[in-house]
C-alpha cells in the first residue's frame, strides 16, 4: 500500500539549534515529493517539490533533499518565526493523487 | 490573483442538514482536491478532478458528492452531516501531471462542525 511516513510526530529545538525533518514513502511511479508548512488555522504554504533522487532545493534557512525511499527537510539555526507543523506529500504516477504524511510539529523556543 | 478561494470560513450543522463547500481558483489549473484534516492527522483525500466533467473517488469519499462543470470551480456537497463529518475542509488546485510543477495550492479552509 502507498504511504507517507514523517518522523518525529513532534520536535522541540533551542533557537539556533539545527535538526533534519524525515519524510519516508512507499509510492508506486512517484511524480514529485512535495514540502508544505502549516500554521494554525491556515490552510497548507507550498515549500519545495522534489523529482528525482539525488536533487535539493534551498530557501533560506530550509534544505530539502530527495532519495529514492525518503526525503529530508534541514533546519539550520532556526528561528521561533519557523515554529509550524511541516506536511510532506507525494504525487502518486498511475492516478495523479496527491497523498500526504501526518506531519511534523515543530516548535523552536526562543 | 486570489488563488484558491473557499466559502465558508466557519459552518455549523446539526445532524441530517445538508450543505455545499464552494470552492473556486483563477489560476487556470485543470486539477482540483478536496480534502479533510481531522486533530493531529494528515490531509486525507476525500474526491479529485483532473478536468471540467472528470472526478474520482480519494481516500474517504463515503458522505460527500462533488460535481466540476467548469475549470475554476469544485464544490463539494454533504448531503446528510454526521458528527464524523465535523473537520476542517481544504480545497486544493494545481497543473496535471504532465508540466513541470506538479505542486498544489491551498485555500484557507472552512471549519465545519457538526452538532
Given at each position: 500500500e502507498d504511504q507517507v511516513t514523517q518522523s518525529p510526530e513532534a520536535l522541540r529545538l533551542q533557537e539556533g539549534e539545527s535538526s533534519s525533518l524525515n519524510c519516508s514513502y512507499t509510492v508506486s511511479g512517484l511524480r514529485g515529493l512535495f514540502w508544505y508548512r502549516q500554521d494554525p488555522g491556515k490552510g497548507p504554504e507550498f515549500l519545495f517539490t522534489l523529482y528525482s533522487a539525488g536533487e535539493e532545493k534551498e530557501k533560506e534557512r530550509l534544505k530539502a533533499t530527495l532519495t529514492k525511499k525518503e526525503s529530508f527537510l534541514h533546519i539550520t539555526a532556526?528561528?521561533?518565526?519557523?515554529s509550524a507543523t511541516y506536511l510532506c506529500a507525494v504525487r502518486r504516477g498511475r492516478d495523479d493523487k496527491i497523498i500526504f504524511g501526518k506531519g511534523t510539529r515543530l516548535h523552536i523556543l526562543p | 490573483n486570489a488563488g484558491v478561494t473557499q466559502t465558508p470560513k466557519f459552518r455549523i450543522l446539526k445532524i441530517g442538514q445538508s450543505m455545499t463547500l464552494q470552492c473556486t481558483q483563477?489560476?487556470?489549473?485543470?486539477y482540483m482536491y478536496w480534502y479533510r484534516q481531522d486533530p493531529g492527522m494528515g490531509l486525507k483525500l476525500i474526491y479529485y478532478s483532473v478536468g471540467a466533467g472528470i472526478t474520482d473517488k480519494g481516500e474517504v469519499p463515503n458522505g460527500y458528492n462533488v460535481s466540476r462543470s467548469t475549470t475554476e470551480d469544485f464544490p463539494l456537497r454533504l448531503e446528510l452531516a454526521a458528527p464524523s463529518q465535523t473537520s476542517v475542509y481544504f480545497c486544493a488546485s494545481s497543473l496535471g501531471a504532465?508540466?513541470?510543477?506538479?505542486e498544489a495550492f491551498f485555500g484557507q479552509g472552512t471549519r465545519l462542525t457538526v452538532v
Open positions: 532556526p528561528k521561533p518565526e519557523d | 483563477d489560476m487556470n489549473h485543470n504532465g508540466q513541470r510543477n506538479t
